[in-house]
């Protein structure tokens, strides 16, 4: 009994150093509704985001084939893309076909979009790799920087769909 009560102490407090540091490092970041975004994946299929949002929340993940929090995080993020609408987008990682290397090797099946200039993650003002953005109905409603559990991505995943659900009720 006495160590259920630790555990749930120490859990307390670490999501409270996590909500404590996603706010510390989202400071800045874009929030409400979203701008029209279109983008075309590496494997030339077109994405219309904001409309993508309305029928379901979209992740967007921001990450680069160099980032080593990222190789911890994108197992989780292809997980998740087996049954949410997950969309990468690969942060100057080189061209696609380095990229596509690199996806197959690790057998990522998520959508990529390559950013290998680095322009969309100017306009979406992100300065910490890897970032996740989840969007329902046209505003962005989630943010979390740097490391993050299969289960903490699932959880504001599932979030955002109940809240869309609620919202067309």
């Known amino acids: 009994m006495k160590f259920l009560k630790q555990l749930a102490i120490y ?3 670490f999501i409270a150093i996590s909500f404590a540091v996603d706010s510390w490092r989202s400071r800045g ?5 979203i701008d029209a975004l279109s983008v075309v994946t590496i494997e030339q299929q077109q994405h219309d985001v904001l409309a993508r949002s ?14 080593p929090v990222c190789d911890w995080v994108s197992p989780s993020i292809n997980w998740l893309a087996d049954d949410h609408a997950v969309l990468s987008v690969a942060i100057r990682s080189g061209n696609d076909a380095r990229l596509n290397s690199y996806l197959q090797h690790h057998d ?3 959508e990529t979009v390559n950013d290998n200039t680095g322009e969309l993650a100017r306009r979406w003002q992100i300065n910490a790799t890897p970032t996740v953005v989840i969007i329902a109905n046209g505003e962005i ?3 979390t920087t740097g490391a993050s559990t299969p289960v903490g991505l699932w959880l504001r995943l599932t979030w955002a769909q109940w809240m869309q659900k609620l919202e067309k009720l």
């Open 11 to 13: 859990l307390a407090i």
């Open 29 to 33: 970041l874009p929030s409400g509704p």
């Open 54 to 67: 309305y029928e379901q929340p979209v992740m967007l993940y921001f990450w680069a084939i160099w980032c």
């Open 108 to 110: 990522y099946q998520f």
């Open 141 to 143: 409603v989630s943010y």
